[in-house]
């Protein structure tokens, strides 16, 4: 019974992370005209100039995040 209990409260523990994540991934990936990697100008709306840097780019946050170092 508790069993259960216990999942669901890691659960929801977990969703409320994952949402935080979320949102402070998306604060401070405003896109400001230029992409977020090689700082090249873009359109507006964009915020890398291609996947190619898209993925880098979350490939270097991901590893500074092993790293254990704080991005924001
Ligand atoms: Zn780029």
Known sequence: MSDIADRAGWRI?????????????????ESDGRCHFCDELIAHALQFC???????????QA??????????
């Open 63 to 72: 590893a500074l995040q092993r790293a254990g170092r704080r991005v924001d």
């Open 50 to 60: 291609n996947v190619d840097c898209r993925d880098d780019y979350e490939k270097q």
């Open 13 to 29: 523990e977990k969703d409320i992370q994952n949402a935080r994540a979320y949102v402070r991934k998306q604060a401070i990936l």
